[in-house]
C-alpha cells in the first residue's frame, strides 16, 4: 500500500467525451506526475505538477491538462476523448521534483468506445 | 531521450527457480527504480537503487551506473512473483522513462 489513491478505477467512454480522473497523493508529497499505459507497454509520462503548477510534459497533446490543488491532490483531464486514449492511467506521487523515488497508485482504467 | 532496454522481454520458470533480469540505459541516470506490476496494475516498488546494491528477502537488485545497466535477481521463485517486471530511470528533468517489461511466468 503505497497511500496514492486513484478514482475511478474503471469508466467507459464514448469518442469525443471528456474525462476527469483523479489522485492523492502520499502524505508528505508535494509534487504529483501522471503516465499513461496501454496495453502491453511500458508507462509514458504525461505530466508533473509541483506546488500547483506544471513542472514538465510528455509527448502529449493539449487535450490533456491537469490540475494540482493546495493539498497536493490532483487531477488528469481528457479532451475530445479518441480510441487510442483507452489506457491504465497512473498517479505517481514523490517528495519532490528531483532525483527521489515515486510511489505509485492503482491506476484508472479508462475505456473508449 | 534516454533509451531504456529490458531482457529477455518473457521468461517461464518452474517454482523454485532462480532468475536474473536484465535492464539497461543509454545515458547516466539520477534515479532507478524497479517495479512489480500485479494483474490488477498496480505497480509495486521493489527497489529504488541508482547505484550499488541492495537486498529484501528473495529479491535482490545491483545497479552498475558507470556500466549503465542494472540487474534484478528473483531466487527461489514463487508462483506470486508472476506478473510483469519494470525498471524506470530518470537521468534529468522530471520523467521516469520505462523500459518495455519483462513477462515472468512461474509455473507450479
Known amino acids: 500500500e503505497t497511500g496514492v489513491t486513484q478514482s475511478p478505477t474503471h469508466l467507459i467512454k464514448t469518442r469525443g467525451q471528456q474525462v476527469t480522473l483523479r489522485c492523492s497523493s502520499q502524505s508528505g508529497h508535494n509534487t504529483v506526475s501522471w503516465y499513461q499505459q496501454a496495453l502491453g507497454q511500458g508507462p509514458q509520462f504525461i505530466f508533473q505538477?509541483?506546488?500547483?503548477?506544471?513542472?514538465g510534459r510528455g509527448n502529449f497533446p493539449p487535450r490533456f491538462s491537469g490540475l494540482q490543488f493546495p493539498n497536493y491532490s490532483s487531477e488528469l483531464n481528457v479532451n475530445a476523448l479518441e480510441l487510442d486514449d483507452s489506457a491504465l492511467y497512473l498517479c505517481a506521487s514523490s517528495l519532490s521534483t528531483g532525483p527521489g523515488e515515486l510511489f505509485f497508485g492503482e491506476g484508472s482504467r479508462l475505456t473508449v468506445l | 531521450g534516454i533509451q531504456v532496454e529490458q531482457s529477455p522481454p518473457d521468461l517461464i520458470l518452474q517454482e523454485g527457480a532462480n532468475s536474473t533480469l536484465r535492464c539497461n540505459f543509454s545515458d547516466s541516470v539520477n534515479n532507478l527504480q524497479w517495479f512489480h506490476q500485479n494483474p490488477w496494475g498496480q505497480l509495486i516498488n521493489l527497489f529504488y537503487?541508482?547505484?550499488g546494491t541492495k537486498q529484501n528477502g528473495r529479491l535482490s537488485a545491483t545497479t552498475v551506473a558507470t556500466e549503465r545497466y542494472s540487474l534484478l535477481y528473483i531466487s527461489s521463485s514463487q508462483t506470486t512473483d508472476s506478473g510483469v517486471y519494470f525498471c524506470a530511470v530518470r537521468n534529468a528533468g522530471n520523467m521516469l522513462t520505462f523500459g518495455g517489461g519483462t513477462r515472468l511466468m512461474v509455473k507450479p
Open positions: 505538477y509541483y506546488r500547483e503548477e506544471e513542472n
Open positions: 537503487i541508482p547505484s
